[in-house]
């Protein structure tokens, strides 16, 4: 269950208090304070409202929030937390309506026109196509319409033209393929009840037909899809949502890879144990952001494979060891990110490989505090660091080893950024070869304590490039 994604298993606390007295007296001259009293209103009325109420706080409880729905990235990952009891999540600048039994096309317009927070129109229990139509155009991004019990597909599709994030449909009793075909289109999120959707799937099996409502009134969630063809995969890379999540599928064929590669979102393929080499191929050209997490062996070659993929990101969690000559290879890799976040160890020449990766490298916070107490920042440990740390060396608080200035001149060669922001202690040779990387960040000069060199060379006094000096007054 997600966060505001099931408004009728939800705590509804209304908190008037954000109303000022000012828009209470406005009010209070043809409508109840308290909107959820209102059970009628005119256009006019409605306009007023939109214009005027500045919104309330609701404040939900939910309970049964899952570490899937909420932190996605984790899927196929032995995660090492569990969420229990209750979340709480406050809603600002809402206009709760549950009182309205009926609304026409033009009173639906007037009230899209508020813009503030979540619309609350729980107690219709029924919607013309014209009024869904005029509520599509609300821009308070939340829509609730938690009353309807039916929808057809005209209504459905009208509805789906609505460009906010949450579509509310939590008390719909049935769902046919046509209406869930139509709901498709919308490119949020969409609430609808467990029941309703656990009979949908029963009785709609996944088919290049039926595959964008799937993967829609699902949002997303597709993990209970344990097989698939080709034509339902290429059918499903249509669909317009942030991402799909196939975790049910073991094992992938090249034409349904294929399929699958034109999808625009990203991509959860994190019970796959294996690739053949023809279906490494055709994921290849995949490009967004492509989550492998249940491959846990790995080698050079297939590693080789892997760094040709067109992806943005790739995500390996189920990797717990990594060796030099496969790290190497996937440091190849041209994407942007690469996600290895179930590393149970690190060694430094498996580091030294990964730091030749010029994006981000996800690791785990304590295999890197592992990594950075057995291994001391040196000339041929200073680029792994870096790399490690994601360029913010901030615990470096000095740079006086005998081969400090050996570290400074590797430390400059790094592409990419590179920050010292807790800097205090340093030799003027160290210095002046850490600042021929130009975009270096270091403390202001005037507060660092210039030593004597540490390798035993004559100390002369330093000079400020004016470079520098121009950079440092730049600074915020």
């Given at each position: 269950m997600n966060i505001l994604a099931r408004p009728s298993l939800l705590v509804f606390a209304l908190l008037?208090?954000?109303?000022?007295?000012?828009?209470a007296r406005l009010l209070a001259d043809e409508l109840p304070e308290d909107t959820n009293k209102i059970e009628?209103?005119?256009?006019?009325?409605a306009r007023r409202l939109a214009k005027e109420?500045?919104?309330?706080?609701?404040?939900?409880?939910?309970?049964?929030?899952?570490?899937?729905?909420?932190?996605?990235?984790?899927?196929?990952?032995?995660?090492?937390?569990?969420l229990k009891g209750v979340v709480t999540q406050v809603v600002l600048g809402c206009l709760p309506l549950n009182?309205?039994?009926?609304?026409?096309?033009?009173?639906?317009?007037?009230?899209?026109?508020y813009a503030k927070g979540a619309l609350f129109l729980n107690g219709l229990n029924k919607l013309s196509n014209e009024a869904a139509k005029a509520l599509a155009e609300f821009k308070g991004g939340v829509l609730y319409l938690d009353g309807l019990t039916t929808l057809d597909a005209d209504t459905a599709k009208a509805l789906a033209e609505f460009k906010g994030e949450w579509l509310h449909l939590d008390g719909l009793t049935t769902l046919d393929a046509d209406t869930a075909t139509a709901l498709a289109e919308f490119?949020?999120?969409?609430?609808?009840?467990?029941?309703?959707?656990?009979?949908?799937?029963?009785n709609n099996p996944a088919t290049p037909e039926t595959a964008l409502a799937w993967a829609a009134v699902s949002n997303c969630y597709l993990s209970h899809v344990v097989t698939l063809d080709a034509d339902t995969a290429k059918a499903l890379a249509e669909f317009k949502g942030q991402c799909l999540i196939l975790n049910g599928l073991t094992a992938l064929d090249a034409n349904t890879a294929r399929g699958l590669s034109g999808y625009k979102g990203d991509l959860y393929l994190c019970g796959?144990?294996?690739?053949?080499?023809?279906?490494?191929?055709?994921?290849?050209?995949?490009?967004?952001?492509?989550?492998?997490?249940?491959?846990?062996?790995?080698?050079?070659?297939?590693?080789?494979?892997?760094?040709?993929?067109?992806?943005?990101?790739?995500?390996?969690?189920g990797l717990t060891t990594l060796d030099p000559d496969t790290a190497k290879a996937l440091a190849?890799?041209?994407?942007?990110?690469?996600?290895?976040?179930?590393?149970?160890?690190l060694d430094a020449e498996t580091a030294k490989a990964l730091a030749e990766f010029k994006g981000f490298l996800g690791l785990p916070n304590n295999v890197l505090k592992a990594f950075f107490a057995k291994n001391p920042l040196?000339?041929?440990?200073?680029?792994?660091?870096?790399?490690?740390?994601?360029?913010?060396?901030?615990?470096?608080t000095a740079l006086d080893s005998p081969d400090a200035v050996a570290i400074a001149q590797a430390l400059a060669t790094r592409n990419g950024p590179l920050a010292l922001p807790n800097l205090k202690k340093i030799s003027p040779k160290t210095l002046a070869a850490l600042i021929e990387k130009e975009d270096v960040e270091i403390p202001l000069i005037e507060s660092l304590e210039l030593i004597p060199e540490p390798d035993g060379s004559v100390t002369e006094d330093f000079v400020i490039p004016e470079s520098l000096e121009k950079r440092q007054r730049r600074r915020p």
């Amino acid at each position: 269950m997600n966060i505001l994604a099931r408004p009728s298993l939800l705590v509804f606390a209304l908190l008037v208090a954000g109303m000022s007295l000012g828009h209470a007296r406005l009010l209070a001259d043809e409508l109840p304070e308290d909107t959820n009293k209102i059970e009628s209103l005119t256009p006019e009325q409605a306009r007023r409202l939109a214009k005027e109420f500045p919104g309330v706080a609701m404040e939900f409880e939910v309970k049964g929030v899952s570490v899937e729905q909420m932190f996605p990235e984790s899927l196929g990952v032995d995660v090492e937390f569990e969420l229990k009891g209750v979340v709480t999540q406050v809603v600002l600048g809402c206009l709760p309506l549950n009182g309205l039994k009926s609304l026409d096309a033009e009173t639906a317009r007037a009230l899209a026109g508020y813009a503030k927070g979540a619309l609350f129109l729980n107690g219709l229990n029924k919607l013309s196509n014209e009024a869904a139509k005029a509520l599509a155009e609300f821009k308070g991004g939340v829509l609730y319409l938690d009353g309807l019990t039916t929808l057809d597909a005209d209504t459905a599709k009208a509805l789906a033209e609505f460009k906010g994030e949450w579509l509310h449909l939590d008390g719909l009793t049935t769902l046919d393929a046509d209406t869930a075909t139509a709901l498709a289109e919308f490119d949020g999120k969409l609430a609808l009840p467990d029941k309703v959707l656990k009979a949908f799937f029963a009785n709609n099996p996944a088919t290049p037909e039926t595959a964008l409502a799937w993967a829609a009134v699902s949002n997303c969630y597709l993990s209970h899809v344990v097989t698939l063809d080709a034509d339902t995969a290429k059918a499903l890379a249509e669909f317009k949502g942030q991402c799909l999540i196939l975790n049910g599928l073991t094992a992938l064929d090249a034409n349904t890879a294929r399929g699958l590669s034109g999808y625009k979102g990203d991509l959860y393929l994190c019970g796959l144990t294996t690739l053949d080499a023809d279906t490494t191929k055709a994921l290849a050209e995949f490009k967004g952001y492509l989550y492998l997490n249940g491959l846990i062996t790995r080698d050079a070659d297939t590693a080789k494979a892997l760094a040709e993929f067109k992806s943005l990101h790739l995500g390996l969690f189920g990797l717990t060891t990594l060796d030099p000559d496969t790290a190497k290879a996937l440091a190849e890799f041209k994407g942007e990110g690469l996600y290895l976040d179930g590393l149970t160890t690190l060694d430094a020449e498996t580091a030294k490989a990964l730091a030749e990766f010029k994006g981000f490298l996800g690791l785990p916070n304590n295999v890197l505090k592992a990594f950075f107490a057995k291994n001391p920042l040196t000339s041929e440990t200073a680029l792994a660091w870096a790399a490690l740390a994601k360029g913010d060396l901030f615990y470096v608080t000095a740079l006086d080893s005998p081969d400090a200035v050996a570290i400074a001149q590797a430390l400059a060669t790094r592409n990419g950024p590179l920050a010292l922001p807790n800097l205090k202690k340093i030799s003027p040779k160290t210095l002046a070869a850490l600042i021929e990387k130009e975009d270096v960040e270091i403390p202001l000069i005037e507060s660092l304590e210039l030593i004597p060199e540490p390798d035993g060379s004559v100390t002369e006094d330093f000079v400020i490039p004016e470079s520098l000096e121009k950079r440092q007054r730049r600074r915020p």
